[in-house]
């Protein structure tokens, strides 16, 4: 069985996308500290979106420091697993997001991309503890959640399917196909329309 339903193929498009290299962090202590404010400043304003457009900037600036916080060796190690899902060398992908959390265990990107391929493999119970390391090191990551919610369904639990990609919605309410994939996903937990 092969996770590539709905949001597993959008959400991996997104992070298979190369991150913007010219946004580096700022040297120094305090880029991790501004890098984290920048953060919560962006994720509090994305439910706040007036539309699409602004939302859509807003979760991209969100995703480009969640990359921008890897190292320059976890970065390369991320960009070469990226390159291996792309070429569906899924397993390849693996040893270098495993390789990347060994350098940096905190990475968020690390630890969602390596869900991705674990998912890709087959292997969906590892690809859901990643997900859930996502979700304790950033707990509003919407794209964990989605890729989660779409985990979930595909091994049959709509409930949880949908409780995910309810608390992916909160955070970010205009994501594309959300309206949809709630409207689905409702029906299939509760056998009717919301």
């Given at each position: 069985m092969r996770a590539a339903p709905f949001l597993l193929a959008s959400a991996l498009a997104v992070t298979l996308a190369p991150h913007d290299a010219g946004a580096q962090?700022?040297?120094?202590?305090?880029?991790?500290e501004a890098r984290r404010a920048q953060l919560d400043r962006l994720?509090?304003?994305?439910p706040n979106a007036p539309d699409e457009d602004i939302a859509a900037?807003?979760?991209a600036q969100i995703r480009n420091l969640w990359a921008q916080a890897a190292s320059p060796a976890v970065t390369l190690l991320l960009e070469r697993g990226r390159r291996n899902l792309r070429s569906e060398a899924a397993?390849?992908?693996?040893?270098?997001?495993?390789?990347?959390?060994v350098l940096q265990p905190d990475c968020v990107q690390a630890?969602?991309?390596?869900a991705q391929a674990l998912a890709e493999t087959g292997d969906f119970?590892?690809?859901?503890r990643?997900?859930?390391?996502?979700?304790?090191?950033?707990?509003?990551?919407f794209t964990a959640l989605a890729v989660l919610s779409g985990l979930q369904?595909?091994?049959?639990?709509?409930?949880d399917a949908l409780r995910s990609m309810q608390e992916a919605v909160a955070i970010y309410p205009r994501m594309p196909g959300a309206e949809e994939r709630l409207r689905k996903l409702y029906q299939a937990a509760h056998g009717q329309g919301i």
């Open positions: 962090p700022a040297a120094g202590p305090a880029a991790p994720l509090d304003a994305l900037a807003v979760a397993a390849d992908a693996v040893e270098d997001f495993d390789a990347a959390l630890w969602l991309l390596r119970a590892a690809a859901m990643d997900l859930r390391q996502v979700l304790t090191l950033e707990p509003r990551h369904e595909q091994l049959g639990d709509t409930e």
